[in-house]
């Protein structure tokens, strides 16, 4: 049998494709897409990929409160009276026919005006005519696609950030100014006493003075404020240095220009500046498409449908949710509060809160918690506590929510600056002294040149260049982390705390059947039958039965919450719950789903959370220079388990709350350890953001993270133990790089204290041991990466 | 050897002219995202949008191959 595949989506269509257009469809839903990109001349999305659609979700009522005027208010970029303006966040944008559909929207609908995708950040921005076309209808246009927007609280609450280009500004004023100012300084460099030479020197260091001005006081400005604020709490950080170096550079420059001493050191010191942004804008590497400061405001709703007195339905703003009041929660909507479920078939995803995969079964009465995500149908249920009450989300109150994290900690580079400033500052002095009683004259010129010299070019870009390098060595290997500082924090970590379920655990669970064997061809009709469900249960279970082949449903039915039947051969086929094949259910802590064919039951299928592969051998590789731990959320059924896999003195914990686990790392921290938490669902989120790194593991990087210093791609996890060392292994070429740009300080010292620096050594002295460090550090660091 | 004033005045000017086109196209957001321009350029442009609808149904062969 040929496997057709569809031609929107790519799924398999098994036996009974949905041909349309002498097209195959995997379902409805996609070949609805096609349609309608078939009857607006759109087909075009399909020569430039193949198969790059998605099913459309069913979206029928979920987006009601957009037609209040008042909780979509903050949604919008811009809003007047004719026009709106808007930005969408849409996870599925992975490819150029996303780029090319969504800038075409204006074709599937005349009151769209315009549609810009940013690609890397996933989004599209979307000009639409507000008075012939409501937001709703814009949204549910997108979803009709499968291009379903997500909308958040957040989007709602955090007011729009703007883009900060100061950073590309500073360093485009700083490039002219070096280019031009070293244009003007070359003809001086020969020092010929020409005639038409002497006669334009004036000029020349006219307009280098009038260039450099912008770069000392506009692109360095930064470095004179973080030198100020070191300077008050007492810190001599690395700004220190420089800053002393830019002010006697132009102190010096400015006054032999005026007196017509010399030409002056403008060009090292624009040269100087130049380098030093450039190095800025080299550790600034973003994931754009990554966040890393998400809390639960980026997957709650921003309102939810409540249900009145009068059994009506009204929407409201999820911060207006009270404690009583009755909420409907439809088919696949974030439950946003805890309450009880008064009516309906719950089954409640809550892997964005534990990472837990398999779905939990409700029954009425049970208690809900706030990040669940219903399953099958809708619900109704009573809340019990206000949104920011709630189990999961009071988390955010915690105090370390509010503090960053990076201040206090004390970088590698600001600590050998302390040292050196403090040397240099001695040398400059001593070096004075000995002038004064040689040649009084002498005196200002040899302490100005120290300083000048000394001026801590290339140590201030080693940091920048070999973290910055790293860092997209790290985005390579699918380590992405927030920015350069967390990689210095990595080299400190002594104690490495996992989580358990979804972060050492899979996603996908390890199934086993038990009971009465299954021949061949009742595995191929059990695999017909959960072919057509939707559940994440029937769709693991599909994936996880080997045999080839699909069979022909008849008399399909899903009951919601219990199981799902089908006919296939005249053989009845029901695959669900203990009640739904009609058995005792079975007390157990297992999730479990019962065949019955032809009326008796066979067996079940048991779903077990397996362990990421290659998790012992990743343990066995750490356990020497790390203590390891493990904080569940969980109970502590798995227990011996991990204690086979984990060394003797691993520390092993179950059953903690979210602010349980903030606490637990924090008692570490107060001991004196350094801790590297991993995690991957919410209830981490206080342990990531208290740790002194926090990575999340993630299966699918574009979903979901909570906040935390890197995302961990989970085919990469095994890679762990390298990551590790490979920071720490940055951190010693950084050393190394100190040596050499020290090196280089000693032999500029050597002119200066002897008076004879000239600006021509000074111009090439400096880029040179820039340039030196800048290519030592890059190739040391992809060397070690290399290094297997 | 006057004409070196005005040779420096139009260098810098030159350079200054750039300089502000610079300022200009990062302050436009040119420099935001860096790579979907690189893929829309390469879309093709479509004149034939205008084309009747009714064609569509009687010559679908020939629209898939657009």
Same mark, same amino acid.
Not at chain 1, 244 to 262: M, Q, T, W
Not at chain 2, 30 to 54: A, I, N
């Given at each position: 049998?040929? =496997? ?17 257009d ?10 609805t ?7 607006n ?8 990929e193949?198969?790059?659609? =998605? ?7 979920k ?7 008042k ?8 809003k ?10 849409i ?27 940013n ?7 979307v000009?639409?005519?507000s ?6 209808k ?12 997500l909308?958040?609280l957040?989007?709602?609450t955090?007011?729009?950030r703007?883009?900060?280009?100061t ?7 700083a490039?002219?100014?070096?280019g031009?100012?070293m244009?003007?300084?070359?003809p001086?460099?020969f020092?010929?006493?020409e005639?038409w030479?002497?006669?334009y ?20 400005s930064e ?5 100020y604020?070191?300077? =008050?709490h ?5 700004d220190?240095?420089?800053v ?7 102190l ?9 001493i ?10 100087f500046v ?22 639960y405001k980026?997957?709650f ?11 009506k339905?009204i ?6 949710v ?10 696949k ?23 837990e995969?398999?779905p939990?079964?409700?029954?009425s ?7 669940g =995500?219903?399953?099958?149908?809708a619900?109704?249920?009573?809340i019990?506590?206000t ?6 989300t ?6 370390v929510?509010?503090t960053?994290?990076?201040?206090g ?5 600001d600590?050998?600056s302390?040292r ?23 005196v200002?010129n ?10 801590p070019?290339a ?17 390579r ?7 350069v ?5 990595l ?6 705390i ?7 655990t899979?996603?996908?669970?390890k ?11 009742e595995?191929v009709?059990?695999k017909s039958?959960?072919?057509?469900s939707?559940h ?17 449903v008849?008399d ?9 039947e089908?006919k296939?051969?005249d ?15 079975e ?8 065949i019955?064919i ?15 592969k ?6 066995n590789?750490?356990k020497?220079?790390?203590e ?8 502590d ?20 709350k ?31 953001v ?15 993270s ?14 762990l133990?390298? !990551?590790?060392?490979l920071?720490?292994?940055t951190?010693?070429?950084i050393?190394?790089s100190f040596?050499?740009?020290i090196l ?20 090439i ?10 290519i ?13 | 050897?006057?004409i070196? !004033?005005?040779m420096i ?20 957001g ?9 893929v829309?350029?390469?879309f093709?442009d ?7 609808k ?8 020939i629209?898939?191959?657009q």
């Amino acid at each position: 049998m040929i =496997k057709e595949k569809c031609f929107h989506c790519g799924n398999d269509c098994g036996s009974k494709p949905v041909v349309y257009d002498s097209k195959c469809f995997c379902c409805n839903g996609c070949k609805t897409v096609y349609q309608i990109f078939n009857e607006n001349d759109l087909t075009c999305y399909y020569d430039l990929e193949n198969n790059p659609g =998605k099913i459309p979700e069913e979206i029928n009522g979920k987006y009601n409160y957009l037609d209040d005027d008042k909780i979509v208010e903050k949604l919008y970029d811009f809003k007047d009276d004719a026009s709106s303006v808007i930005t969408f966040y849409i996870p599925h944008i992975h490819c150029s026919s996303c780029i090319w559909i969504l800038e075409n929207l204006n074709k599937l609908n005349p009151s769209i005006n315009s549609s810009q995708v940013n690609f890397p950040k996933k989004e599209v921005r979307v000009t639409f005519n507000s008075t012939t076309i409501t937001l709703k209808k814009v949204v549910e246009l997108l979803s009709s696609i499968g291009y379903e927007p997500l909308i958040s609280l957040e989007d709602a609450t955090v007011s729009k950030r703007k883009i900060d280009r100061t950073l590309i500004y500073k360093l485009g004023v700083a490039g002219f100014a070096f280019g031009n100012i070293m244009l003007l300084s070359f003809p001086e460099y020969f020092q010929s006493d020409e005639y038409w030479l002497d006669r334009y020197k004036p000029l020349f260091r006219l307009l280098i003075f009038v260039m450099v001005i912008p770069v000392v006081f506009y692109s360095a400005s930064e470095y004179f404020v973080s030198a100020y604020k070191g300077l =008050k709490h007492k810190i001599l950080n690395i700004d220190v240095p420089i800053v002393l170096g830019i002010v006697v550079l132009f102190l010096r420059s400015a006054y032999e220009i005026f007196f017509n001493i010399g030409q002056g050191y403008f060009d090292s010191l624009a040269g100087f500046v130049f380098f030093l942004l450039l190095g800025k804008i080299f550790q600034q590497q973003t994931y754009s498409f990554l966040s890393f400061e998400r809390d639960y405001k980026s997957y709650f709703p921003v309102a939810v449908t409540k249900i009145d007195k009068d059994k009506k339905e009204i929407n409201v703003a999820i911060y207006d949710v009270k404690k009583g009041d009755r909420l409907l929660i439809r088919d696949k909507e974030l439950i946003p509060a805890d309450g009880i479920l008064i009516a309906g078939n719950a089954e409640i995803d809550y892997s964005f809160v534990t990472g837990e995969s398999l779905p939990v079964n409700k029954n009425s009465g049970d208690k809900l918690f706030a990040g669940g =995500k219903q399953l099958s149908g809708a619900i109704e249920m009573e809340i019990l506590q206000t949104v920011s009450q709630s189990y999961l989300t009071q988390l955010w109150s915690n105090d370390v929510f509010n503090t960053t994290k990076t201040s206090g900690i004390k970088t590698l580079t600001d600590s050998i600056s302390k040292r050196f400033t403090i040397i240099v500052l001695v040398i400059a002095f001593l070096a004075g002294l000995y002038w004064y009683f040689v040649d009084v004259k002498m005196v200002a010129n040899v302490v100005t040149a120290v300083l000048i010299v000394a001026c801590p070019c290339a140590l201030a870009l080693s940091a920048p260049f070999a973290l910055g390098n790293m860092l997209r060595i790290f985005g390579r290997q699918k380590l992405y982390l927030k920015n350069v500082d967390v990689i210095e924090n990595l080299s400190k970590i002594d104690t490495v705390i996992f989580d358990k379920t979804g972060t050492i655990t899979n996603s996908k669970a390890k199934i086993s059947y038990q009971g009465e064997p299954l021949s061949t061809h009742e595995n191929v009709a059990i695999k017909s039958v959960l072919r057509s469900s939707n559940h994440p249960l029937s769709r693991m279970l599909y994936e996880d039965i080997q045999e080839e082949g699909i069979e022909e449903v008849s008399d399909f039915k899903q009951v919601i919450g219990k199981g799902i039947e089908g006919k296939v051969n005249d053989l009845t086929i029901k695959i669900g719950s203990a009640q739904f094949v009609d058995i005792a259910p079975e007390n157990s802590l297992q999730t479990r789903s019962y065949i019955s064919i032809g009326g008796k039951v066979k067996g079940n299928f048991i779903f077990e959370n397996s362990y990421r592969k290659g998790l012992d051998v990743l343990f066995n590789q750490l356990k020497d220079d790390f203590e390891l731990g493990i904080l569940s959320g969980d109970n502590d059924g798995e227990k011996e388990q991990l204690q086979l896999m984990l060394p003797d003195n691993a520390t092993l914990i179950f059953n903690k709350k979210p602010a349980d686990k903030l606490k637990y790392i924090k008692d570490l921290q107060d001991q004196g350890k350094n801790v590297l938490m991993i995690g991957d669902g919410l209830n981490d989120a206080g342990a990531l953001v208290q740790s002194n790194v926090g990575l999340v593991v993630s299966e699918n990087i574009n979903v979901f993270s909570p906040a935390s210093d890197g995302i961990v791609d989970a085919t990469h996890f095994e890679f762990l133990p390298k !990551f590790l060392k490979l920071s720490k292994q940055t951190l010693n070429i950084i050393k190394m790089s100190f040596i050499v740009s020290i090196l280089y300080n000693f032999i500029g010292m050597l002119f200066a204290v002897t008076g004879n620096l000239s600006p021509i050594v000074a111009a090439i002295l400096m880029p040179l041991s820039s340039i030196t460090i800048v290519i030592f550090v890059t190739l040391g660091t992809n060397l070690i990466a290399h290094k297997k | 050897m006057d004409i070196i !004033f005005v040779m420096i005045a139009v260098s810098i000017l030159i350079a200054v002219v750039f300089f502000i086109l610079f300022i200009k196209s990062v302050k436009s957001g040119q420099y935001d995202d860096m790579y979907t321009p690189s893929v829309r350029m390469l879309f093709e442009d479509e004149f034939v949008s205008e084309v009747p609808k009714e064609q569509k149904s009687t010559s679908k062969s020939i629209n898939q191959n657009q």
